[in-house]
């Protein structure tokens, strides 16, 4: 399945709970990134950074949208904070999409194991549709 994957500048939590108002949908579930494992390779983050939503989802009709803040400090341009999340089962399929999207693209994120999946990477391909491709479920993406 392909999702849209909108990013935010620190007010994604806001931004999210005012879509679920209006869209009426089940309350966000939100992953900050205070969340996540500590890293040896990355120094600790500020009580700033760490508040800063890294995932969460709403259902909106048939659709489900995912929705992070960039990291702080990332540049956040409006208009481009859009991409397209393929969530797969197949790891076969996980890699054979991300070196075809690569060619000729730029690697933001390498296909690598993660905290929350076996494969995840972020391509921007040669057209500049930028691409999060990895290893899942919708129940896992709705879930997590």
């Given at each position: 399945m392909i999702y849209?994957?909108?990013n935010f500048d620190g007010d994604c939590r806001e931004a999210v709970e005012y879509y679920a108002e209006v869209?009426?949908?089940e309350k966000?579930?939100?992953?900050s990134y205070g969340d996540v494992p500590p890293d040896p390779n990355i120094p600790p983050q500020s009580m700033e950074a760490n508040n800063r939503v890294i995932y969460t989802t709403l259902k909106i009709t048939e659709s489900i949208i995912m929705f992070a803040d960039l990291p702080l400090g990332e540049?956040?341009?409006p208009g481009n904070n859009l991409s397209l999340s393929m969530i797969i089962e197949d790891p076969l399929l996980v890699q054979t999409y991300f070196d075809a999207l690569k060619e000729g693209g730029i690697v933001l994120f390498p296909l690598q194991?993660?905290?929350?999946?076996k494969k995840f990477g972020i391509v921007t391909d040669?057209?500049?549709v930028t691409w999060q491709i990895g290893?899942?479920?919708?129940?896992?993406?709705l879930n997590p």
């Open positions: 849209p994957f909108i869209f009426g949908t966000p579930k939100f992953q540049k956040f341009i194991e993660t905290f929350y999946t040669k057209y500049g290893i899942g479920t919708e129940e896992e993406i």
